[in-house]
């Protein structure tokens, strides 16, 4: 893994931003898996403002790695927030926005979306493969929506899974980890005090971290870099850096 340790939330959004326009900016279709959470809404800010002009967004498609099962007017959805913060206020093609279905039968649109990626995404080997995967990770060490109480469903062999929150009950439709780590590149975005222990375990290979699901993220090609605030990265060892 390659760590990029930044001051602040703020510095995060825009080191990523830079790195995500380099990424996008190619002659090729761009598919790329979102996140939600605060620090991807800082993100979107900053492409919507800063390289809302200068990427092509005609070759970039957008996905989300989980949703919440909810209506997309809701302000729980992920997609709202994405519409919000970036695809409002950038010009991209309606068909280059490929929405989890959260108002839909979580189990039906499970298996919708999966179809949707396998007709979407270049595939690689038989297996649909993201250019980009954009990941949070929660104070549980959870990443997409698989929770370390379901850690079984990042070994599905379904590309997509519906997920429950451990305390809230909700629904979720996330993708599942083959998918993830059949990726191009799956970039982490991490930040704040309260990721610090977690952060520290999977990095340092410490404590629990087997039973993360945020430490299962391996892509095979190699290409996994954490974006980290100097609150997140504040239990790293020296070493790792």
Request: glycine share 8%; with cysteine; aromatic share 10%.
């Given at each position: 893994?390659e760590?990029?340790?930044?001051?602040?939330?703020t510095e995060v959004?825009?080191?990523?931003?830079?790195?995500?326009a380099?990424k996008a900016?190619g002659s090729?279709p761009?598919h790329v898996?979102l996140?939600?959470g605060?620090?991807?809404?800082i993100?979107?800010?900053?492409?919507a403002?800063e390289?809302g002009?200068s990427i092509d967004?005609?070759?970039?498609?957008?996905?989300w790695?989980d949703?919440?099962c909810?209506?997309?007017?809701?302000e729980?959805?992920?997609?709202?927030?994405t519409m919000?913060h970036l695809?409002?206020k950038?010009e991209?093609?309606?068909?280059?926005?490929?929405r989890?279905?959260?108002e839909?039968?979580p189990e039906?649109?499970?298996?919708?979306?999966?179809q949707v990626?396998k007709n979407?995404?270049?595939a690689?080997?038989g297996?649909?493969q993201?250019?980009?995967?954009?990941?949070?990770?929660g104070?549980?060490?959870h990443?997409?929506s698989i929770f370390?109480?379901?850690?079984e469903?990042?070994?599905?062999e379904n590309l997509c899974a519906?997920?429950?929150?451990?305390?809230?009950?909700?629904?979720?439709i996330?993708?599942?980890g083959?998918?993830?780590?059949?990726s191009?590149?799956?970039?982490?975005?991490?930040?704040g005090?309260?990721?610090e222990?977690?952060v520290?375990?999977?990095?340092?290979?410490?404590g629990?971290y087997?039973?993360?699901?945020?430490?299962?993220v391996?892509p095979?090609?190699?290409?996994?870099?954490?974006?980290?605030d100097?609150?997140?990265?504040?239990?790293?060892?020296?070493?790792?850096v």
């Amino acid at each position: 893994m390659e760590l990029k340790i930044y001051q602040d939330k703020t510095e995060v959004a825009q080191e990523f931003s830079k790195y995500f326009a380099e990424k996008a900016n190619g002659s090729e279709p761009f598919h790329v898996a979102l996140s939600g959470g605060s620090t991807p809404k800082i993100v979107f800010d900053v492409l919507a403002k800063e390289f809302g002009a200068s990427i092509d967004w005609k070759l970039v498609h957008f996905y989300w790695g989980d949703e919440r099962c909810v209506l997309p007017t809701d302000e729980e959805s992920n997609y709202k927030m994405t519409m919000e913060h970036l695809l409002s206020k950038i010009e991209i093609p309606e068909e280059n926005i490929h929405r989890i279905h959260g108002e839909s039968d979580p189990e039906a649109e499970s298996v919708r979306y999966a179809q949707v990626l396998k007709n979407e995404l270049p595939a690689l080997g038989g297996f649909p493969q993201f250019d980009l995967v954009i990941l949070g990770m929660g104070d549980d060490g959870h990443t997409a929506s698989i929770f370390p109480h379901e850690i079984e469903l990042w070994g599905s062999e379904n590309l997509c899974a519906v997920a429950v929150h451990p305390e809230s009950g909700q629904k979720r439709i996330t993708i599942t980890g083959n998918l993830i780590n059949h990726s191009k590149t799956v970039a982490f975005l991490v930040t704040g005090a309260s990721k610090e222990e977690k952060v520290g375990e999977i990095v340092n290979s410490e404590g629990a971290y087997e039973t993360y699901p945020a430490n299962l993220v391996s892509p095979t090609s190699g290409d996994l870099l954490w974006f980290l605030d100097e609150a997140a990265a504040a239990k790293i060892s020296e070493g790792q850096v």
